[in-house]
């Protein structure tokens, strides 16, 4: 069974564009989160998916945003890049609800120059 | 004071050692704590899961949570050079999308 996809692997980006992360949940989970993992700051939680609705919201500024579309993929849309949005952005996903384990993918390198 | 503190390491052992991991917390309606492990350039992966206080095995892998001091452990027998890896602390009040992790402890086990 596939696990939890993320595209692409690494991604560079200028300061002030915009970057666009995309996540395949593994088969059957209809819940997605993302979440973010900086140099010396640890993961931190951004945002929880379901059924196509965002549930949960972490402590980030409004320019980092996302969808999950109608097959349970997610995107995380990041605007306005700033030199500390560069981190491994983690997105994991579990069946429905927040209280079903969740897996983990690779992540998304993403770094800010 | 961090929700969640843990040591960054590294921690280095010899094969066959038993290591052991720990996190503090400063919340106190924390009641699901869980073990994770991040191999270098991977997502992290599910260790060990406990509810409330106690102890909790799992082959080499043993959990211990104290709500009383707030304090978390993760004991590894016979540790292994496959063993070297990040381990993080996490814990929530209830739900996966309230995790808070610790930063993560680098494990390093020689042969």
């Known amino acids: 069974e596939a696990g939890v996809t993320q595209s692409p692997t690494h991604l560079i980006k200028t300061r002030g564009q915009q970057a666009t992360l995309r996540c395949s949940p593994i088969s059957g989970h209809t819940s997605v989160y993302w979440y973010q993992q900086a140099l010396g700051l640890g993961l931190q939680f951004l945002l929880w998916?379901?059924?196509?609705?965002?549930?949960n919201r972490g402590n980030f500024p409004p320019r980092f945003s996302g969808r999950q579309f109608p097959n349970y993929s997610s995107e995380l849309n990041v605007n306005a890049l700033e030199l500390e949005d560069s981190a491994l952005y983690l997105c994991?996903?579990?069946?429905?609800?927040?209280?079903?384990?969740?897996?983990f993918g690779q992540g998304t390198r993403l770094t800010v120059v | 004071q961090k929700e969640v503190e843990q040591d960054p390491g590294p921690l280095s052992v010899p094969e066959g050692a038993i290591v052991s991991l720990n996190c503090t917390y400063s919340n106190s309606a924390f009641q699901y704590f869980m073990w994770y492990r991040q191999y270098s350039r991977k997502g992290p992966e599910l260790l060990m899961y406990?509810?409330?206080?106690g102890n909790k095995e799992d082959g080499r892998f043993t959990a211990q949570v104290d709500k009383s001091s707030k304090y978390i452990s993760l004991f590894i027998r016979d540790s292994q050079p496959s063993d070297s890896a990040t381990y993080l602390c996490?814990?929530?009040?209830?739900?996966?999308?309230?995790?808070?992790f610790g930063k993560g402890t680098m494990l390093l086990v020689s042969p």
């Open positions: 994991a996903s579990s069946l429905e609800g927040e209280n079903t384990e969740a897996f």
């Open positions: 406990t509810y409330s206080s």
């Open positions: 998916y379901d059924e196509g609705e965002e549930r």
């Open positions: 996490a814990m929530t009040i209830g739900g996966y999308s309230t995790l808070t």
